[in-house]
């Protein structure tokens, strides 16, 4: 059975950085694509950024490009999501989704 949990989420000023961190029992992370997706209530869950079985190939959505970075560790099955030059829109619920399941959330919240 899966099991997943973030962490990293808080409270950061316009311009800060922040790294979540996405940790996955029960599966090996290089079986399935693994993503981190945010949502602000009343909005519909949006991705954020994937980062293939591989490894090799990653994707971010045109909103965070050149500020997010989405990276794995295997020997941690972790998943990592830095984030960079942090705006008041990227405020959110982080969550990751990893083999059909869905993690609890990590609140990010950028303000001054």
């Known amino acids: 059975q899966l099991h997943i949990v973030e962490s990293g989420g808080g409270l950061v000023q316009p311009g800060g950085s922040l790294r979540l961190s996405c940790v996955v029992s029960?599966?090996?992370?290089?079986?399935?694509?693994i993503g981190w997706f945010r949502q602000v209530p009343g909005k519909e869950r949006e991705g954020v950024s994937v980062?293939?079985?591989?490894?090799?190939?990653?994707y971010s959505a045109d909103s965070v490009k050149g500020r997010f970075t989405i990276s794995r560790d295997l020997a941690q099955n972790t998943v990592y999501l830095q984030m960079n030059s942090l705006k008041p829109e990227d405020t959110a619920v982080y969550y990751c989704?990893?083999?059909?399941?869905w993690g609890q959330g990590t609140q990010v919240t950028v303000s001054s």
């Open positions: 989704y990893f083999g059909g399941t």
């Open positions: 980062i293939s079985g591989s490894g090799r190939i990653t």
């Open positions: 029960g599966d090996s992370l290089d079986y399935y694509i």
